[in-house]
């Protein structure tokens, strides 16, 4: 079964340093996404990206957070100097052309110290 | 925005019994899922449901459109449903697609 995948599952990074998280998306979709979860609170929406741009962002992607498809199958979310506060679940998901289910990753864990 | 409201908030059951969870939203929907998150924090697709009844097992879930509800319903619950149950929907008024997650049914199931 087509699923989306995440690397790393986990990654811990100085303050300050810049992270890539990576997503590999089901292969026919059309519609990416990521979304982020801080410890015991809900998922929050942070950008949407179709045909090599972004479509919708929540007011979370400041200009610290950007976003790539820089071939045919990756995904990437860049956050250029992290804060203690980035530190969450970062998910990435996917829909199909008709924005009808999405799918998502096994998150990447990211801890910043 | 849109607003999404889960409840209970937590849940504590018996092995073996059932229950129902409930998502109340404030505005029509074009897309309305559940998810499971796991222990490991992964969210496990349950049901893409923006209107009707759906069946999966012991899982089954209806969503109402016209009344902003939507109801997921565990039967003979096993330990391995303990999590967080989350209903995402997204809000047809803006032609958004992002989902917005309500706060989780936290349930345990204790054996």
């Known amino acids: 079964e087509p699923e989306v995948t995440q690397t790393p599952s986990h990654q811990v990074t100085q303050m300050g340093q810049e992270v890539i998280l990576r997503c590999v998306p089901i292969?026919?979709?059309?519609?990416f996404y990521w979304y982020r979860q801080i410890l015991g609170q809900k998922v929050e929406f942070l950008v949407s990206f179709y045909n090599n741009e972004i479509s919708e962002k929540s007011e979370i992607f400041d200009d610290q957070f950007s976003v790539e498809r820089p071939d045919g199958s990756n995904f990437t979310l860049k956050i250029r100097s992290t804060k203690l506060e980035d530190s969450a679940m970062y998910f990435c998901a996917s829909t199909p052309q008709g924005h009808t289910e999405a799918f998502f990753g096994q998150g990447t864990r990211l801890t910043v110290v | 925005g849109i607003q999404v409201e889960q409840s209970p908030p937590d849940l504590i059951l018996q092995e073996g019994a059932n229950s129902t969870l409930r998502c109340n939203f404030s505005?029509?929907?074009?897309?309305l899922q559940w998810f499971h998150q796991n222990p490991w924090g992964q969210l496990i697709n349950l049901f893409y449901i923006p209107s009707g009844t759906k069946q999966n097992g012991r899982l089954s879930a209806t969503t109402v459109a016209t009344e902003r509800y939507s109801l997921l319903y565990i039967s003979s619950s096993q330990t391995t449903d303990s999590g967080v149950y989350f209903c995402?929907?997204?809000?047809?008024?803006?032609?958004?697609?992002?989902?917005?997650f309500g706060k989780g049914t936290k349930l345990s199931v204790i054996p």
């Open positions: 292969s026919n979709h059309l519609y």
């Open positions: 995402a929907l997204a809000y047809s008024g803006a032609g958004s697609y992002q989902l917005t």
């Open positions: 505005d029509s929907v074009n897309n």
